[in-house]
């Protein structure tokens, strides 16, 4: 079981259980601008969605939480590839309270150090070409582009980027 402190945050692995995927999928939509106007239902489906992804698939939800036990940021993934040795992270942020405070990274280095030891090969991520922050952090933390795939439904590209462990 995971479980670190980063600065005044404690950051541990967690379940995939119906609350805990519900205090993740409300964060979510709290730090992705494009869903705030998301209705409950969608909230809900969220949760659900990330449960029937990373159920029986190596999936790992590392969350960091304050000293009184609210829940900041998050970080997800969970097995692919042809070859079953890429980690794919999926998604996460932070809430905007709590930025520029080294936690996506304090969060990105449990994840790669927890897949190295799985035996994990390489991780791999989608980010958005404007999403200015996540894609330095990204590139800061080791990841290089391999790809781009235009979106169907929305303007922009995403960059495919990847991380030999
Ligand atoms: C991207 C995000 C996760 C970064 O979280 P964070 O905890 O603030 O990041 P860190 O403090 O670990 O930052 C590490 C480094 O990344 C870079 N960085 C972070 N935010 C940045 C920004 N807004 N602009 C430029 N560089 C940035 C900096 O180099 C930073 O180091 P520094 O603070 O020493 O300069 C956060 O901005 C966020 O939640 N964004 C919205 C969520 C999102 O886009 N998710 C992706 C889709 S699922």
């Known amino acids: ?3 670190a402190v980063h600065g005044e945050y404690l950051i541990r692995e967690i379940g995939l259980t119906a609350a805990e995927l519900a205090e993740v999928a409300e964060l979510h939509h709290e730090v992705l601008p494009s869903r705030a106007y998301a209705t409950d ?3 809900a489906g969220l949760a659900e969605e990330i449960r029937d992804s990373l159920q029986g698939r190596d999936g790992l939800v590392l969350a960091a939480f304050t000293a009184d036990g609210r829940l900041v940021a998050y970080k997800l993934g969970y097995r692919t ?3 079953r040795e890429s980690f794919y992270s999926w998604i996460g942020g932070v809430h905007p309270f709590h930025r520029r405070k080294g936690l996506y990274r304090a969060l990105t280095r449990l994840q790669h150090d927890w897949a ?3 035996g994990f ?3 791999e991520t989608h980010t958005w070409g404007d999403n200015t922050a996540m894609l330095i952090l990204n590139l800061q933390e080791g990841f290089v582009a391999i790809g781009a795939i235009s979106a169907p439904d929305r303007p922009g590209t995403r960059i495919i980027l ?3 462990l």
């Open 41 to 43: 239902q969608k909230r």
């Open 116 to 118: 190295r030891q799985q």
């Open 1 to 3: 079981m995971i479980e």
């Open 81 to 83: 590839g042809n070859r």
């Open 121 to 123: 090969k390489h991780v």
């Open 162 to 164: 990847r991380k030999v």
